[in-house]
C-alpha cells in the first residue's frame, strides 16, 4: 500500500478561482436583467435567532451593573426572500433546524406567490437546497440558481437580517416575560420575530436588494468579495 501524497492548492490559488466563481455568477444575473427583464431575480436564506441576544449597547445609572444569562436559550430558524421588485415579501419563522420538512413548505408558497411570472430564485449550497424533492419544485418559469461558495456577501438578504436581528435585539428583553414557561417564551418569540420581518417597509427593502449590485460590481471588476 503507498499513501496517496495530498497536495493541496495554495490560498492564492483558491481566490482566484472563487473570485472567478463570484465574476461568472455576476455576469449571469447581469444578462438575465438585461435580456429578460421580466424575469423576477428571488434571494433566499436562512437564519438564526435566539431566545435571548445581547443588546449591543445598554444605559445605566452610576453603580447599577448589568448581570446577562449564561445562556442565549432556544435557537429559532427563520427562512425568507428577498427581491428589487418586492423587498423581503416571503418569511417563515419555525423552532427546529432548516430541512427539507422546513424549507419544502416555503418553497412551494413562494412558487404560488410567484405564479404569473418568470422568477429566478437564487440560494446557497445548503445540502437541502439540492435535495430531489426541492429540485422537482423548479420548472422553466421557476429556476434555480447556486450562489458561489463563501460568497454570502452576493446575497443581499443578509443585510435584512443584519436589520431584523438589531431590532429583535432591542426589544426581545422587554417583550419576553421570563416569569413563563421555556416553550410559552419561544412560541412568543416566534410570533414576536415574524411580525418584525413582516413590518419591514418593503421599500426600504428593495433597497436592501438593490444594494447588491455594488457588490456584484466589485466582482465584475475582478475584485473577491
Known amino acids: 500500500y503507498i499513501k496517496p501524497k495530498v497536495v493541496y492548492k495554495?490560498?492564492?490559488?483558491?481566490?482566484?478561482?472563487?473570485?472567478?466563481?463570484q465574476q461568472e455568477f455576476s455576469q449571469e444575473i447581469v444578462r438575465t436583467i438585461m435580456e429578460c427583464p421580466d424575469v423576477e431575480i428571488i434571494y433566499i436564506d436562512e437564519t438564526t435567532f435566539n431566545l435571548w441576544q445581547a443588546p449591543s449597547r445598554v444605559w445605566?445609572?452610576?453603580?447599577?451593573?448589568?448581570?446577562?444569562?449564561?445562556?442565549?436559550?432556544?435557537?429559532?430558524?427563520?427562512?425568507?426572500?428577498?427581491?428589487?421588485?418586492?423587498?423581503?415579501?416571503?418569511?417563515?419563522?419555525?423552532v427546529s433546524p432548516n430541512n427539507a420538512d422546513t424549507f419544502l413548505p416555503f418553497l412551494l408558497k413562494l412558487k404560488e406567490k410567484c405564479?404569473?411570472?418568470a422568477c429566478l430564485v437564487v440560494m446557497d449550497n445548503l445540502q437541502v437546497h439540492k435535495t430531489k424533492v426541492v429540485r422537482d419544485v423548479f420548472d422553466d418559469q421557476f429556476r434555480q440558481m447556486f450562489?458561489?461558495?463563501?460568497?454570502c456577501e452576493l446575497n443581499p438578504i443578509?443585510?435584512?437580517?443584519?436589520?431584523?436581528?438589531?431590532?429583535?435585539r432591542k426589544?426581545?428583553?422587554?417583550m419576553l416575560d421570563y416569569k413563563k414557561k421555556t416553550d410559552e417564551k419561544v412560541a412568543e418569540a416566534v410570533r414576536f420575530i415574524q411580525s418584525i420581518a413582516e413590518g419591514q417597509d418593503?421599500?426600504?427593502?428593495?433597497?436592501?436588494?438593490?444594494?447588491?449590485?455594488?457588490?456584484m460590481a466589485l466582482t465584475l471588476r475582478g475584485h473577491l468579495v
Not at 495554495?10 to 478561482?17: C, G, V, W
Not at 445562556?71 to 428577498?82: K, L, N, P, V, W
Open 10 to 21: 495554495s490560498k492564492n490559488e483558491r481566490q482566484r478561482e472563487l473570485c472567478a466563481l
Open 60 to 94: 445605566l445609572k452610576v453603580g447599577m451593573r448589568v448581570e446577562l444569562p449564561n445562556s442565549r436559550g432556544q435557537s429559532i430558524t427563520m427562512i425568507g426572500a428577498i427581491s428589487t421588485a418586492r423587498g423581503l415579501f416571503h418569511t417563515h419563522t419555525f
Open 115 to 117: 405564479k404569473g411570472h
Open 147 to 151: 450562489l458561489p461558495p463563501q460568497s
Open 158 to 168: 443578509e443585510k435584512a437580517w443584519n436589520i431584523i436581528k438589531a431590532q429583535w
Open 171 to 174: 426589544t426581545s428583553f422587554m
Open 202 to 215: 418593503p421599500e426600504k427593502m428593495k433597497n436592501v436588494a438593490h444594494a447588491n449590485y455594488k457588490t
